[in-house]
């Protein structure tokens, strides 16, 4: 199973870590509005921080057959009601990617070693999220895509 990470050199038994920054179409918007303008990218890889997606910018996601990444990284900097917040704003925006029919991929995007994970704890991450059998395989195929050597070309060659 692959995890994109924010920091290069770090290792997890059971894991192949990606270096976001390798990733040529890996976009993290600080604002609300970059992260509409990031959304209609074609093929990016988004990590929007405060999971505000609404079903526009779901849709303009799945148009550009772009992946939304859920980070359990951004669940482990939260504690108390604070991370009930971060959790209910990634299933509002799961279910805005249901709806328009975007990708969805869940990493850690790590910065240390503390904050990796295993592949048992990101599969019960997306458990927690409301995430099926199903999707879980799909989401791992989708990481699988934009992480193997073959990257954001599969992307493109799928959806034609």
Do not use: W
Request: aromatic share 4%; charged share 25%; net charge positive.
């Amino acid at each position: 199973m692959y995890d994109i990470v924010l920091s290069n050199g770090m290792k997890k038994q059971g894991l192949t870590l990606i270096d976001a920054k390798s990733l040529k179409l890996f976009r993290e918007p600080k604002s609300e509005a970059e992260a509409r303008a990031a959304c209609k990218s074609q093929c990016a890889m988004l990590h929007i921080s405060g999971y505000g997606v609404d079903e526009g910018m779901a849709k303009d996601i799945a148009k550009a057959r772009g992946v939304l990444l859920f980070s359990f990284s951004d669940i482990l900097r939260e504690s108390g009601f604070r991370r009930a917040i971060a959790i209910s704003k990634m299933r509002l925006a799961l279910e805005a990617c249901r709806g328009a029919g975007a990708n969805f991929a869940a990493c850690t995007l790590a910065a240390n070693s503390n904050e990796l994970r295993t592949k048992h704890e990101l599969l019960a991450f997306l458990s927690v999220l409301g995430i099926g059998t199903h999707e879980k395989k799909h989401s791992e195929c989708i990481l699988e895509r934009i992480c193997g050597k073959s990257g954001a070309a599969a992307l493109q060659k799928e959806s034609m």
